[in-house]
Structure formats: C-alpha cells, structure tokens
C-alpha cells in the first residue's frame, strides 16, 4: 500500500496513532479470517458427508433420499458462498484504500475469465468499448467489478444469445463506469430496495445468489467518493453505472520524474502527391485514435504525440523523413508507408536505427524484420477463400490485371499461385503502369480469351479509367474481384451506378460493414468527420485504429516503450485488439496479424453486400521460407535480431501451400 497516501486518507499523522491503526487494522483482518475460517469449515465437511454418503450408498439410497442429500450440498454451498459474500461486504467498508495503476479493461476481461471458468457451458458475449486507466484500490475495485458482472451473467441465463457490454463516460468532474446486460431485467418500482443488503427481486428458487452483491458494490463506491445506480427494462435487461471521482483516473507521471513524458509515434504517408486519395482516411484516424488514447489516460500514463511527414511517394522524401523521425526526433515508434518503395525505405531505416516500424498499408505479404510488423491483410487472407467462391460460382478462367510495380507484381503472383491450386486457370497477366489512358486494347484481349473472372489489382490514379471502360464495353457480367476496391479506395463511391456492379472484394472491414463493433466504430468516427473529410472508410481505417491500440497494449504489457521490450509483447501472442474488423492478433512467427475478413460484392446501387466472412485466417508463409532458406523453426520470433531483412517473394520464392 501507499502508507503516507492512506494514513493521510485517514486523518492520522503521529507515529503512535500510525501504529495503532495499523495493529487494529492487522486485528480486523485477523478476527474476519477467523471466522470465516471457522464458519466455512463446518459447511464444507458437512457438503463433503454428503457427498460420501450418496457416493457409497447410490444404490441402496430412495430417490427422494438422493435428493435430500442433494439439497443437503446445495444448502452448504449457498451458505458457504454467503460467508464469502459477508466476509467481502464487511471489508468493503473499512479496509485502507490502497492506490496502484489499474487497466479497467483487462481487469473487466480477468474477472469475467475468471467467473465464466467456473460455468464453462454457459456462453456470455463480452463487449469491451476502451476504458480509461485508473489509479485506486485493486482488490476492491476487483471485488466491485467481479460483483457487477457475477449479476449479469446470472440474470442473462435464459438468454439464447446473452451479452454484456462494458462502456466509459467522462463528465465533467466525473467518469463513468457502465455495464449493460440484455437479461430479464426489473421493473423500476423496485429500483429502491436493490442496492440493500440481502435485498432481491427475483425468485430464490429460480436464481441462485445472495442478495448482497449489488450491496457490496454500492458499499465500494462510496468509499471511493462515489455512488452506484442501475435501470432496468422488464425482459430485456439493466445497466449498472459505477460513478467516481475523475481524480481516479491515471494522470500522466511527472516529467521530471519520468524524463519524456509523451510517446512520439511518427508518420510517413503520401498526404499530397499521387496517391494521397489513398491516405485520406488514414491520416485522420491517427488523430482520432491518438485522442481517444488520451482521453484513456495516454500510454502508460503518457500523452500520445503524432509527427506527421508527406513523402508524396517520392523515395528521397521517405528516407529524409524516415532520417529526421528516427534520428532526430528519436521516436518510439515508426508508422505508416503508402506505396511499397516507401514501405522498403522506412523498413531499412528501421533496421539501421533499431527502431520499432508500423506498417499500417496493405501487404504483399512475406516481409521478414526483426522491426517491422505489417498490421494490414494479405494476400493469403484477402484472395483465397473469395477464388474459390468465384471459381465455384462463375467459372474456371481468371485474368490479372495489376499496376506495374512491387505491390501488384508480388499480390498478382499470389493469384496466379493460387488460382490453379483452387482448380481455375490463368488465361492472362497483364501489368499497367502509370500513364496508360485507353484500356480498352487490354479488355478486347480479356473479351478474346473468354475469362470467366478478372482480378484488378489496380492502383495508380489513371486506373480508374479502366472501371469506366470495362462498364461502358458492357462487362459488368463478369466479376471483377480486387483487393482495391472498397478495400483501399472507393470508385464505387466516386463513380455513378452501376459502373462497379459486380466488383468483389476481401476485407477486414469496409463502411458498410453491418456488425456492432464496425457500426459503434463508423458512428463515433462519423460524429467528427463527416463525408466532406473522408469520404470513405476504407480498410486502412480499421488498419490504423488497430495498429494505434495493438502499440498501446504492447507497451502496457511491456510495461515499458522500449523497443525491445515492445517486440518481446507483441511475439509473445498476447497483443489482440478486439477492433472495428473483429479481433486481431498479432503473430509473433511472421509479423503480421490474424484477423477474421468479409467477402463484399458491390451491387447495381452501389451497396456493398456482405456474402459471407471467414474464421481467423494465418499465413504460414514466412515461418516456411525462414525454415526452408535457413532451418530455423518458429520464424521471425524464434531468429530473433537474426532475422534477415528481406521480402520473401512468390517471384522467388515456392511453397507447399494447403487451403484453410
């Protein structure tokens, strides 16, 4: 404990009243493990009786007399269980407050961990929104939590789907704490008697408990200058509201005391050149993580300070940038990357200056560094399972059509790869580069060969000419499959219907995206940028608020910023962000993520439909090169600062592949 801070709490200042306390508190302590000892050991050995007694005597025992003895435990272990809920109830209201730093979220997730692995065929929906770090008493805000939580995971058990979410508000000189469930809820009539002691409005019979867990967490607030409140909807569920202080939230430590007192996340994007369409959404949603992240207390109670630079995908730009970013300004943490020169730049820099790298643009894939960690999809989770839906739905020929440098070389590879492992067929490759206008000699050879399906893997600005040409020749009939379209920007917003009617793409998370973590994500984000600043949220926003959290909670578990301590957290399997797109996890064996995609076809209106979604997909691509090349098991995590800085590559580079 903090002694000064709590003796101080408690208006005690001499020596002598210090001890006093101290020994009274130590006598407290002492008189209620007593008797919780000698309360619960009766009831125990008498569950345990009982237990022996239907176990030797099963067969010869009535029916009724096997319920008897059945009721006989149920009873011991209700009473054992209200000792326990005395014994916390009554140290609720007199232990000395303590003050450590506390992660409310990964608190709330081991409290429900904990109370969920003791009924493990019960299935409850967690729902975590982001919640401020605080400063306080960890057992009892434990106790308080694990009370709340135990309420709702009760009451949520007739539910076919039962979910509870947990949520934070910060006003004005208080912040709130606030679980909502979708059980069978109360009538408000009632509302005044359910923070009383063994108080409950529901039958005993049909719900265990023992009416004085809702007490405790009303005792608790109070101690901490608080006051818990609850609404409740008849059949459809309640919301508890813990209110504290705003003093509880974690401030930011000392500059004097903790030298820098921000964490500098550099950011190197094409914000003005030609492939700035690209960056747009992007750019804000830094900053809109970076204020969300500050507003939560920062990292590690720093504040969170983003250094933008444009490249204007000019590689002397990115390197200068990358050389002031790393050297100059020594930031924790490089970010960004737009097309894949500046990508390769900004690694190479890393490498040179040990710094932690970002990539947060979409991926080629196969990128092998100690430093760099690619945030984004690839190939393999973007291409395959959307292949194998269109060559079982259109036919067997596909045709690739793909900007001609490292990003649509590499990614056009991979179609051509795995189009025959799926049972299709490559019938063309083409590769277009940046100044090419009249497509329309490339789609009579598409028409000539018959192809049943065209992969895009376009990029470039004059690309789009291509979409109008290909829908004015009147071949919105074939699929048009792309890791582009939606997925990094957006024609079918820009273009009038039908132009891209029938266009596929496989994403992590697009605008439309109808599940309630995308839809609480694009209504927070639209509340501050309307379609006027982005027009379109992209893949890349997901990508970016993702990597914005995955660092924080690398650095938390880390408990430190250092580069090294970083990676070590993110190898380690335990950095997931449970984001916009679902959950996503970072791997430690290649560096890049898992993460569950949606397959979207664009209609005639221009409405992005959702067909269906995968299971968490994993590459395994670069762990094999690495065995392969250099017999090294377990990839980039098993090399270590060995790792070669390469980009494996299917130019180069085969390997034994097995559909998921």
């Not at 008849?234 to 930011?252: D, Q, R, Y």
């Not at 949603?285 to 507003?295: C, L, R, V």
């Not at 939606?486 to 820009?494: G, L, M, S």
Request: aromatic residues 10%.
């Amino acid at each position: 404990m903090n002694g000064q801070d709590n003796w101080l709490e408690q208006g005690v200042h001499s020596e002598e009243e210090r001890k006093a306390l101290a020994q009274a508190y130590e006598d407290l302590n002492s008189f209620i493990y007593t008797v919780s000892h000698e309360l619960k050991t009766p009831a125990r050995e008498i569950r345990l009786y009982a237990e022996f007694i239907e176990e030797d005597n099963r067969e010869n025992l009535l029916p009724q007399s096997i319920k008897d003895i059945r009721s006989i435990r149920r009873t011991c272990d209700s009473m054992t269980m209200m000792v326990q809920r005395l014994m916390e109830y009554s140290k609720a209201g007199f232990k000395i407050i303590e003050r450590q730093p506390i992660s409310v979220v990964l608190l709330v997730r081991q409290c429900f961990d904990e109370i969920m692995r003791s009924i493990p065929k019960r299935k409850v929906e967690l729902i975590v929104d982001e919640l401020p770090e605080i400063t306080g008493d960890l057992f009892l805000i434990k106790l308080m939590i694990t009370n709340i939580l135990s309420n709702s995971i009760k009451f949520t058990r007739e539910k076919a789907s039962a979910r509870i979410r947990v949520t934070a508000a910060l006003l004005e000189d208080v912040v709130e704490f606030r679980f909502r469930d979708n059980g069978i809820g109360f009538d408000m009539a009632y509302v005044g008697r359910i923070f009383e002691a063994f108080q409950r409005l529901q039958d005993e019979g049909n719900y265990e408990g023992s009416g004085i867990g809702l007490a405790t967490v009303q005792r608790i607030t109070e101690r901490l200058g608080g006051r818990a409140s609850i609404i409740g909807w008849p059949g459809k569920g309640c919301e508890v509201t813990v209110s504290l202080p705003a003093a509880i939230l974690k401030k930011a430590p000392d500059p004097l005391e903790s030298g820098r007192d921000v964490i500098k996340i550099g950011i190197i994007g094409d914000f003005t050149g030609m492939c700035c369409e690209l960056e747009r959404g992007k750019q804000v949603t830094y900053k809109f993580a970076a204020d969300e992240i500050n507003w939560l207390g920062g990292i590690l109670g720093k504040k969170v300070e983003l250094l933008f630079r444009d490249d204007r995908s000019i590689s002397e730009l990115t390197r200068a940038a990358a050389k002031e970013l790393t050297e100059d300004e020594r930031v924790d943490v490089l970010m960004g990357s737009t097309l894949s020169p500046s990508r390769e730049v900004m690694r190479h820099c890393a490498d040179q200056t040990k710094t932690l790298f970002f990539d947060t643009q979409q991926t080629e894939g196969g990128v092998s560094s100690h430093y760099t960690f690619c945030l984004s999809s690839m190939p393999e989770q973007q291409m395959t399972q959307m292949l194998a839906y269109l060559i079982r739905k259109y036919g067997r020929k596909c045709y690739v059509v793909a900007a001609d440098y490292n990003y649509g070389i590499l990614s056009a590879e991979w179609v051509k790869y795995l189009v025959p492992q799926l049972g299709g067929e490559i019938v063309g490759t083409e590769y277009l580069d940046d100044q090419i206008a009249d497509f329309n000699p490339l789609i009579s050879r598409i028409i000539q060969v018959e192809a049943d399906i065209l992969f895009s893997i376009l990029v470039f600005p004059n690309h789009d000419a291509f979409y109008l040409q290909w829908h004015e020749r009147g071949l919105n009939h074939i699929p048009n499959a792309s890791t582009m379209v939606a997925a990094e920007f957006y024609p079918h917003v820009r273009f009038p219907a039908p132009v891209m009617e029938n266009a596929y793409v496989m994403a992590s998370f697009i605008e439309e995206l109808d599940t309630p973590s995308a839809k609480r994500f694009v209504n927070k984000f639209r509340k501050i940028y309307d379609q006027d600043a982005v027009p379109y949220m992209s893949m890349d926003t997901e990508t970016v608020y993702t990597a914005m959290y995955a660092y924080k909670r690398a650095v938390e578990i880390a408990g430190t910023a250092s580069t090294e301590g970083v990676i070590a957290a993110l190898e380690s399997g335990a950095v997931f962000v449970d984001g916009p797109g679902g959950r996503v996890t970072v791997r430690g064996e290649d560096h890049h993520t898992v993460r569950s995609l949606h397959c979207f076809r664009i209609g005639a209106d221009h409405k992005a439909e959702d067909l269906f979604s995968t299971s968490p997909i994993r590459s395994n691509y670069v762990e094999t090169m690495i065995e392969q090349t250099l017999g090294v098991k377990g990839g980039i995590k098993a090399m270590g600062s060995n790792t070669p800085s390469i980009q494996y590559n299917m130019l180069l580079n085969k390997f034994r592949w097995e559909p998921s």
